[in-house]
């Protein structure tokens, strides 16, 4: 070994280059310099130009090789020979941006299958399914697979860094196959080559080999390389809505410009692209409309949430509003403030069909948060079908009065309970009197404690089967009203049950009177309110039929598990003022925008956070938890289930269990959670993405 060798491998040993660059490097000092016969370090300013249009012009090398060639020389001449001048006599030589190869899906099943061997197939696959480099490839051991975990690790790659790799489902298998007949004892793909050795693995050559031989065998036109197989898993996670932070990690790349590229690959960001430019130049009519897919899409990412307000005037809020804030109301705060977000730690999912794997942070679950309802409502709504009569159904609204609004702010578990029993006990009472249907009948309760403009307005929605049992339980009787029974009578009954359970809650000294309600602290005045208000006549509102029961769980998923507002409604947030759509019922349901100071907003949503443990959705008469099994099947009985709306039961499309998980944008299979993640664990991480 030279002087001249052993000090640039010296310095190289230093910097603790890998081997593969030491080995490149010393390479091309050693082509320089017998390129000119001479000692490298006799060379100077000319030879350098020289060698470097050698390289361009007469081998005919690319910009890329060229610049792996200077860089090499760079180092020998400024970090061994420190002659820092020579930096300006090697410049890097321009090159021209090229798009990589991708290629589809379709091609690469049949690169895939065209691979002769299992060997070569599973090296094909590990390519495809994790976007390694093939050198990356070539050094994987069988330690550095953790089927436990789902990962695998890649140590020492491009720049010495280590990374994990969601490892799938389909593609564990195909490498336990290959593991069963290969046994590899240290690398995953050991070499035959007896000149390097036993237990050494292939080389870089050898797998860039196995995808030139399948692509022939495949016959695909396109060049196909081992990084055409990193580019098209790159594009594919990016089409199938992978974040690009994510991909930029998961490829190891050192910069987000770098992952950018594949934003000129990916289909969906080109169509995207497309379809703008083209309703830019041919306008949709406003009459048309969209199919019901397109529009469900469109819903599913509102552009603002309660959630960006919160974590925007969070603060300022509570500076303003926390001595009034209840615990229960602070809970839900938290709750949705740092609803999927790395607060509340991650998970990362994968599809057991076809192997596709997404992360992203786990959701609050509070049911006052607009983000999670969906599932529960879904729940819900399909463990109601089995409880579905095979008849139409009424839907009534109670409403107390707005004097009364102030008790339920600082009572509003008393307040409730008794919207709840007051307007139950009405319905059943009226419904068992014989001049009115003499029927025992069955009532779905639910409460809301807001209106459209988000303030105060408690009510109860009921909705209620058309007919009851016989007092005697032998027959089914159907109401003799097409409205099932008189509002007018509903609200008197309904009136004097309330202010008769106030009374009694008011006499027991049980209800707290204070901010805006202290007047009713002094009891000559909260007589006088209850006088008042026996003068008045309550609103009960009742509608006609609605249907079967595919139309009752249709209408009921509207009312089942909402909260204030959902954040489809909310239109714009700045300089701290909230817009949003909402609905006048004063003037016949005209549609509206109102603004609000973001403070304002924050106030009137947590208005309606409920007590702890308080049930929303009740259910009375026959469809109460204690006999509702038994009072069911007699009703299916005497309704004689053979009947036409029995059709439309079994007919009826309800979300299913199944239907409330998330399922693969690839294939459609439901997504299983294989590896969860702390909120600490994350906090060292940058790449988990909130879907």
Known sequence: MTRLRKMMLEELQRRNYSEITTRKYLKVVSDFAKHFGKSPDKLGPNELRSYQAHLLQDRKLTPGTVVNQVAALRFFFVKTLKRNQFRDFLPYPKDRRRLPTVLSPKEVSQLINAAGTLFRRTLLITLYGTGMRRAELAHLKVSDIDSQRMIIRVVAGKGGKDRDLPLSPALLETLREYWRWRKPKTYLFPSRDPRRGPEQSISDKSVWLACQEAARHAGLSKRVTPHTLRHSWATHLLEAGTDLRTIQVLLGHGDLETTAQYLHLSQRHLQAVANRWTASLCPVSRTSVAPSSARNKEMTRPTLEVADILRAQGDRFLDRYRSSFDFQQLKAFRAIQRCRTAALGGHRDACPRCGHQAISYNSCRNRHCPKCQTQARQRWLAARERELLATSYFHVVFTVPHELHVLALDNARLFYD??????????????????????????????????????????????????????????????????????????????????????????????????????????????????????????????????????????????????????HRLLAFGHERVTFRWKNYAHGGKQGQMTLAATEFLRRFFLHVLPKGFVRIRHFGFLANRWRVSRLALCQQLLACNSPTTAETGACQIPSASSTLWHCPRCGAAMIVIQRFTAAELSTCAYFDSS
Not at 431 to 450: C, F, M, Q, R, Y
Not at 506 to 531: E, N, T
């Open 418 to 567: 008794l919207l709840f029993t007051a307007s139950a006990q009405t319905l059943l009472e009226i419904a068992a009197d014989p001049k009115h249907l003499g029927a025992e009948i069955g009532v779905i309760s639910i409460l809301h404690t807001w209106g459209q403009n988000l303030l105060l307005h408690p009510h109860i929605h009921c909705a209620i089967p058309a007919g009851g049992l016989s007092l005697d339980h032998r027959r089914w009787i159907r109401p003799r009203y097409p409205f099932f029974l008189p509002v007018k009578i509903l609200s008197r009954v309904f009136r004097g049950k309330f202010l008769a359970g106030l009374k009694r809650l008011y006499r027991g000294k049980k209800l707290y009177c204070a901010g805006p309600a202290a007047a009713l602290a002094d009891s000559a005045q909260f007589a006088k309110l209850i006088r008042r208000l026996h003068r008045h006549d309550w609103v009960v509102y009742a509608k006609p039929a609605f249907g079967g029961p595919l139309q009752v769980l249709r209408y009921l998923g509207r009312y089942t598990h909402r909260v204030a507002i959902s954040n």
